[in-house]
């Protein structure tokens, strides 16, 4: 077996993978080999605080009280702020840029542009070891490759001077002609043949299949939109660059910094401690935050850069455009023979973002026979990234809904069919799952649901003038992994501090962690309080891809076994310690207090220990690399997508499922869709805090309502600009959309899938969600809508 | 042309002098020039309630106030909502109770919003809660616990309780 840190890379696996979150990998599962061994104590009753146990979010009360201080909520003297220009052509050269009104304009320090002459270094890409997620770097030249591309920045003394010279910036262009749309016809689709799957004969397996479906299913263009908007707070102080940057990972965003602006790693620091939502938006810094920098350094202040709402839409990229024809073949009793797929996603013109339309295609359902294919076709966008479950999304909601028009077809129960065509198997890799509880998903979920009193016919429930739909879709999303560090800090005040570099987004990382040490320790949780995001702390990957809570969970866990292992021997063996006469493996670690194993009473607590033995603090830094790992190696897994290991890395198939049960109500009259309740069954494996686990997974149902009924970038055809770049206009779900929600968890520990046992939450939540929908919104009106979002329009002119 | 002058804004009880350009919204003049950043700033174009504060009374959006505007009356701000001796306002205990936020950054508008919406008498039912409480946005979708949050708290605090 390769070392996974020392990896022959095989392209085709790295590239594949690659495709699937945009992250390298290794060849191998070696790294995850470090278990705890104290892992099973997760099935043991849950106590206040510990892991498993519902405790409110440790960083709650900040929040509520508004002191919580996102990236430019920095208060540094001296500051000017930066407001950025974007182009209003999509293709095509600027000719003349004229920033004589704009230097002239009251309070202005500075313009850049294309003219000015500073370099930004093209960052290396995931794929190639390195962490942007985009190529492009702003002002290198006057090409203009979409509309909306930042072309100046204007810093003034404050932001309303500098919004009112940045309008006064006038720019001549020679215009070229844009590829706008991917079905153009000189358009030119770029085959993805690393994920590429075929098996059997899929084409003559459906041509003879006696039951067929077959369908077009289209996503419009998705954007992110936290509510935070890009923006960050860039600071020099000589030759050491400060970014407080809202980063999913501020070791990738430190990367990405540090070669923008050609400067020796070690003196960027990224700090992130909160962060307004990400959803894969916040993963690598976006090209705004090289120009911050640039003018910081420039002006010798710290400068504030915030992308206006509008600017958030293509400043950066949301999912792309995607496109899949898909035919499925069956048996008349279900069975299916054949899966027949070919998809397609937009990317940049001179870039590339690949949104996997078959990551779920492939892994979902036993057949016979498949065939699979994915391309990009560039157009002139800013380049597309990623957001929540990029790949799985799309992927699911065109399989769950041909799975919904076959079992119509055949006359069957959707879940019946389901399970009529379970896999035993991951059926690509051919290998076991580590853990599947769909089976008991699709049961408890149709259990809470009332499933069983589903009338299967199409409009054949109503409530007076509204037409009723009950529909169902599986989800799933796999489960990544790598190594990871964590630092623990026990003071003979009895505080005890977590450190990490990752970042909470909001999913819970603080309380979680905090769960994590004070199980071990035997101290409340309350005592516990977790450092995050910020370069200074131990090395974290992305929180990204659902991987950071099993992570760090498992980190942390290891670091406090060693504490504790460490303050036994120190207890037994220091000569000032009121215990040194017992033997250490005498001794255990309860309620805070260590104490004989023999006798309940007459412990020492862990303060008075350190006291005693004249001790401030004990620090103990531990991680799960294997024995010997590099410091190169450790880089890696923080500054790179490199370490990051697929679902098959542990021999086994690991991912998290999910079953989404939906009622619709539609208005006969008006063909207006609501939402009316949701329920849901997840296999997330072990959960780590089921209240801040369901708020994950309810988030995700309601991004899920979105995009299913809502969220739509419209782009003008004549010139590629995005008209709805504003929350009004791009509509996302609000409170009155979303009706009762009810989760259900079906995990179990999965300890070969990670380290504690737990699988994928917060991708998992919209993964089906859109399908489910879309086959209520069938089975309410009959109408069979296969693109996205299902708009009244598309009802009514159905 | 902008103008600079001198104006005195009432936050949380407190005089700020602050000298501000005629242009400075409200929000801005809250987080860049009074220490408050608090509010926050998601569209600042009246789109997704992030900025909801309370001035005389009434929930209003700081992106579209200017802060001239809101000289010579109360501001009341996320910042000052709990009690003086650090004790949350039952709203915000019951944001926390429920966890109705996960990265927290629309939850003072929310917080802002809902104090209001009880003090409006608009939090009767659930049904009356999403729609009164439809105009802030939560990305991270915690509507259902920002409901249970909104009748929790209402049922503590009473109908009319004042703001």
């Not at chain 1, 043991?44 to 960083?59: I, M, W």
């Not at chain 1, 190639?128 to 003394?157: K, S, Y």
């Not at chain 1, 001179?350 to 949104?355: A, G, I, M, R």
């Not at chain 1, 990871?484 to 999913?507: C, F, M, Q």
Request: hydrophobic residues 40%; proline residues 6%; aromatic residues 4%.
């Amino acid at each position: 077996m390769t070392s996974p840190l020392n990896p022959e890379l095989k392209r085709r696996t790295l590239v594949q993978a690659t495709m699937m979150t945009g992250a390298a990998l290794t060849a191998s599962g070696a790294a995850q080999a470090a278990a705890p061994a104290e892992a099973n104590a997760v099935r043991q009753p849950v106590k206040h605080g510990a892991v498993g146990s519902s405790l409110s979010r440790a960083d709650g009360a900040v929040k509520v009280k508004g002191t919580a201080r996102y990236a430019i909520e920095q208060p540094l003297a001296r500051m000017a702020y930066g407001v950025l220009v974007q182009s209003t052509i999509p293709a095509g050269r600027i000719r003349a840029i004229d920033t004589a009104a704009t230097r002239a304009s009251p309070g202005v320090l500075a313009v850049y542009t294309h003219e000015s002459g500073f370099r930004i270094n093209r960052p290396k890409r995931d794929l190639e070891g390195g962490a942007a997620t985009e190529v492009f770097v702003p002002l290198q030249d006057n090409l203009v490759r979409w509309n909306g591309q930042h072309i100046a920045i204007v810093v003034a003394e404050s932001f309303e001077q500098a919004t009112e010279a940045a309008a006064l910036v006038t720019v001549a262009y020679e215009a070229s002609e844009a590829l706008l749309h991917p079905t153009d016809s000189r358009a030119h689709p770029q085959p993805m043949d690393a994920i590429k799957a075929e098996w059997g004969d899929a084409a003559a397996a459906f041509a003879s299949a006696p039951v067929k479906v077959e369908g077009v299913y289209t996503t419009p263009r998705e954007y992110n939109v936290p509510m935070e908007p890009h923006a960050c707070v860039a600071a020099w102080e000589g030759d050491r660059l400060t970014v407080w940057e809202p980063s999913q990972w501020v070791g990738g965003a430190r990367q990405v910094i540090s070669e923008w602006m050609g400067l020796d790693i070690e003196k960027v620091r990224v700090v992130s401690p909160y962060v307004g939502g990400g959803f894969g938006s916040k993963i690598a810094p976006h090209p705004h935050v090289s120009l911050a920098c640039i003018a910081a350094r420039e002006l010798g202040r710290p400068v504030k850069v915030s992308l206006t709402r509008p600017q958030t839409f293509t400043g950066l990229g949301g999912r792309p455009r995607t496109h899949q024809r898909l035919a499925l073949g069956a048996t008349r009793d279900g069975q299916l023979v054949s899966i027949v797929h070919e998809g397609w996603n937009e990317t940049a013109i001179d870039d590339t973002h690949v949104e996997p339309t078959n990551s779920v295609t492939t892994l979902m359902y036993a057949t016979p026979n498949l065939s699979s294919r994915h391309s990009i076709i560039p157009v002139n966008t800013v380049n597309p990234s990623w957001l929540r479950a990029p790949g799985e999304n799309p992927s699911t909601y065109a399989l769950e809904t041909a799975m919904d028009e076959l079992a119509h077809t055949l006359g069957m129960d959707p879940v019946a069919l389901r399970l009529k065509n379970w896999a035993d198997q991951d059926p690509k890799a051919k290998i076991p799952w580590t853990t599947r509880q769909l089976r008991e998903a699709y049961a408890a979920g149709a259990e809470a649901f009332g499933w069983s009193r589903r009338n299967p016919a199409p409009r054949s429930m109503r409530e007076g003038r509204e037409l009723i739909g009950w529909g169902m879709a599986a989800g799933t999303y796999p489960v990544w992994r790598q190594p990871g560090e964590a630092k623990i800090i026990l003071h003979a005040d009895g505080r005890v501090e977590v450190h990490s570099g990752g970042v909470d987004i909001g999913t819970g990382t603080y309380t979680i962690l905090a769960q994590a040490a004070a199980e071990v320790l035997g101290v409340p949780v309350e005592r516990v309080s977790v450092s995050l995001g910020d370069t200074d702390l131990p090395r974290a990957p992305v929180a990204g891809g659902s991987q950071l809570a099993n992570i760090l969970m498992g980190a942390v866990h290891t670091a406090a076994v060693a504490t504790r292992t460490e303050l036994l021997n120190l207890a037994a063996s220091d000569p000032k310690s009121p215990l040194r006469s017992a033997r250490v493996n005498d001794l255990v670690l309860e309620n805070g207090q260590i104490r004989p194993s023999r006798r309940p009473t007459g412990g020492v607590a862990i303060a008075d220990l350190l006291k005693a033995v004249e001790r401030e603090r004990l620090e103990v830094h531990r991680d799960t690399f294997p024995t010997g790992a590099t410091e190169a190696q450790r880089n890696a897994g923080n500054r790179s997508f490199t370490l990051m290991q697929p679902a098959t890395a542990s021999g086994g198939s690991a991912h998290a499922w999910s079953a989404q049960f939906v009622e619709v109500r539609v208005d006969e009259d008006f063909g207006t869709v609501r939402v009316k309740r949701m329920v849901a069954a997840f296999d997330s494996g072990l959960v780590f805090n089921p209240k801040l686990a369901r708020s994950q997974w309810i988030g995700g149902m309601i991004m899920g309502i979105g995009q299913a009924l809502l969220e739509e970038g419209l782009i003008d055809p004549r010139d590629g600009r995005v008209v709805n770049a504003n929350l009004a206009d791009y509509a996302v779900a609000v409170n009155a959309d979303v009706p009762e929600i009810q989760t259900i968890s079906v995990g179990i520990p999965d300890l070969q899938a990670t380290p504690r046992g737990g699988k994928a939450v917060g991708e998992l939540g919209i993964v089906g969600v859109a399908a489910a929908i879309s086959n209520a919104v069938f089975h309410a009106t009959g109408k069979r809508i296969r693109d996205l979002p299902i708009t009244i329009e598309k009802l009514v002119g159905a | 042309m902008a103008t600079q002058r001198a104006v005195r804004l009432r936050i949380n009880g407190r005089d700020h002098d602050l000298t501000l350009d005629s242009r400075v919204t409200l929000l801005d003049a809250l987080r860049e020039y009074a220490g408050l950043p608090g509010s926050k700033k998601g569209c600042d174009q009246g789109q997704c309630g992030a900025c909801t504060v309370h001035v005389g009374g009434q929930r209003v959006l700081g992106c579209l106030t200017l802060a001239m505007q809101a000289e010579g009356r109360e501001i009341t701000t996320i910042e000052g909502l709990a009690a003086p001796d650090g004790t949350l306002h039952a709203v915000q205990a019951a944001f926390v109770e429920h966890d109705a936020f996960q990265c927290g950054y629309c939850t003072p508008g929310q917080i802002m919003s809902a104090v209001a919406c009880i003090h409006e008498g608009h939090a009767g039912s659930d049904d009356e809660i999403r729609e009164y409480m439809s105009g802030n946005i939560c990305r991270c979708g915690a509507y259902p616990h920002i409901v249970a949050a909104v009748r929790d708290a209402a049922a503590r605090l009473g109908k009319g309780t004042s703001l």
